[in-house]
């Protein structure tokens, strides 16, 4: 990278192409000299489409191709949903900032058609659209009459696909549809007591080489250090355990009182047994608090659950039913 250009790697989905837009305005604001460009980079999570995400692994499942372009230097920084990134980054690279979180809460869109506005309202046995195994056993463990139906693809493909099929709803995160414009949509916020969200839902990871420091100083700008503490909480208790697509695990933390709070939970595929928890301490400890809190979930019967997981992967659903 030269002082006046850069190159950002990005997917090619219309909320990945307005993260990195927005981070570009973002950056352009404060250092208008500098000419931004876009490479594209189809990941191995936006050629699989047709398998839920739980049955391809989820290493680097949308990252590891962009990834590479930060490392044999094609491109020079990338703009990720944090939600999508591992908690083990490849040698030589970092998360050089996280941006302000919005709002990481879970939403219910109902069917175009429908006249039911809340999950709790849906009829018994009616089908709810998700490709997260997390928000599968949250919803099981509330409602367990309720079918899911596996579904992939961008959220306009999504929205698409709810209606033009006969699914009561949807689940989505709330921060997407709002980054999209797409908030009409929205019919149900779900609260926390009920869908504890996917670790770093919400904010935005800049990636960028361990040893670049001007760019590092430049995207330093981006840098939202109350949600940075938050997050780094939330990735720490997911790295103890070892979690991702494959594993239903939820996780929230803030802010609250000057102390830092995070609340998790662990569950079953079938939302059967779901073990939650939280702690709070002071906010320069968030990292040390997931890893506490993570110890006491597999303590409380979340070893059990995910073993059991890991013996039993989840098996492929049915496909998609128009």
Known sequence: ?????????????????????????????????????????????????????????????????????????????????????????????????????????????????????????????????????????????????????????????????LKESSWGGMILAKAGLERLGLQDHIAETLPFDVMLPAVGQGALAIEIKVDHGRLKEIVSVLHDEETFMAVRGERALLRMLEGGCQVPIGTYGRLEGGMFVLEAMIGSLDGTRVVRGSLQGSPNRSEEIGIELAVMLLQQGGKEILEEIRRNPPPPRPPEQP
Request: proline share 6%; charged share 25%.
């Open 1 to 161: 990278m030269t002082h006046e250009r850069m190159v950002i790697a990005t997917r090619r989905s219309e909320l990945a192409l307005w993260q990195s837009s927005f981070v570009r305005s973002l950056l352009q604001q404060r250092f208008p000299e500098l000419e931004i460009d876009f490479q594209v980079i189809k990941t191995l999570g936006d050629k699989i489409l047709d398998s839920p995400l739980s049955a391809i692994g989820d290493k680097g499942l949308f990252t590891k191709e962009i990834e590479q372009t930060l490392l044999d230097g094609t491109c020079d920084l990338a703009v990720h949903s944090l939600k999508d990134v591992p908690t083990h980054l490849p040698e030589g690279l970092t998360i050089g900032a996280v941006t302000k979180r919005m709002d990481p809460r879970d939403v219910f869109v109902p069917h175009t058609d429908s006249s039911f506005r809340t999950l709790k309202d849906l009829p018994e046995g009616s089908t709810v659209a998700t490709g997260s195994l997390r928000r599968t056993c949250q919803i099981l463990h509330h409602r367990p009459d309720l079918r899911i139906a596996d579904v992939r693809g961008n959220l306009p493909t999504r929205l698409r696909k």
